[in-house]
């Protein structure tokens, strides 16, 4: 089992910055892939950025925008997301996929609660 809660949502005017981080716990040895998801009311959830080791892969619409990163030794994924735009308000989760591969279209076995990201225009 891996248990993931996610930190750092709040409330941000277009062009601003907010960094979010997820820290996991239990059996995270056996978490391969890491990533973040949102998701708007009303909407399909949405995968934002993926990481692997070194390896990260981002949505079309937060490439050049949103950075992920993994810091093994505080079993922590950081998503700095910059130059917000109101449509990427909705609530992001962290989540963590235990078996071989890496990416958002691929199934995710741990989920944490999420946290609500809203931009104002």
């Known amino acids: 089992q891996v248990q993931l809660v996610e930190s750092g949502g709040g409330s941000v005017q277009a062009g601003g910055s907010l960094r979010l981080s997820c820290t996991a716990s239990?059996?995270?040895?056996?978490?391969?892939?890491m990533g973040w998801f949102r998701q708007v009311p009303g909407k399909e959830r949405e995968g934002v950025a993926t990481?692997?080791?070194?390896?990260?892969r981002y949505a079309d619409s937060v490439k050049g925008r949103f950075t992920i990163s993994q810091d093994n030794a505080k079993n922590t994924i950081s998503l700095q997301m910059d130059n917000r735009i109101p449509e990427d308000t909705g609530i992001y989760f962290c989540?963590?996929?235990?078996?071989?591969?890496?990416?958002?279209?691929?199934?995710?076995?741990?989920w944490g609660r999420g946290t609500q990201v809203t931009v104002s225009s």
């Open positions: 989540a963590a996929r235990t078996t071989i591969g890496c990416g958002v279209r691929l199934p995710f076995h741990y």
């Open positions: 239990g059996d995270t040895d056996s978490a391969n892939c």
């Open positions: 990481i692997v080791g070194n390896y990260a």
